[in-house]
């Protein structure tokens, strides 16, 4: 069975850094994009980060550009974010996500991983 799981979580001060990664088995994933949402307690899930197959279609979400930076390795089946200068509010459950569209946009994604907590204290 199709199979994404995350990695990296863990507690941090305000300010600190922390690498997730996602690794997807259970099929060829060529085509695919791939990316992260996350959900603190009492919110919505939200749109994180994704990265297409090709690496020619980026997208972040305002409250992470240029703290976060995403990035895959696609003989690995691996998916990264790189996140710096992490803020209370950063505090979540983080999901990787894969899809053969969009993820900024896709209303019913395909496969989804089981998730990884990151606690930033203040």
């Known amino acids: 069975q199709v199979q994404l799981v995350e990695s990296g979580g863990g507690l941090v001060q305000a300010g600190g850094s922390l690498r997730l990664s996602c690794v997807a088995s259970g099929r060829t994933f060529t085509g695919y994009h791939m990316g992260w949402f996350r959900q603190a307690p009492g919110k919505e899930r939200e749109f994180v980060s994704a990265?297409?197959?090709?690496?020619?279609?980026?997208n972040y979400a305002g409250s992470v550009k240029g703290r976060f930076t995403i990035s895959r390795d696609n003989a690995k089946n691996t998916v990264y974010l790189q996140m710096n200068g992490l803020k209370p509010e950063d505090t979540a459950v983080y999901y990787c996500a894969a899809d053969t569209t969009n993820l900024a946009i896709s209303i019913n994604i395909k496969y989804w991983g089981q998730g990884t907590q990151v606690t930033v204290s203040s």
């Open positions: 990265m297409s197959w090709s690496g020619r279609t980026i």
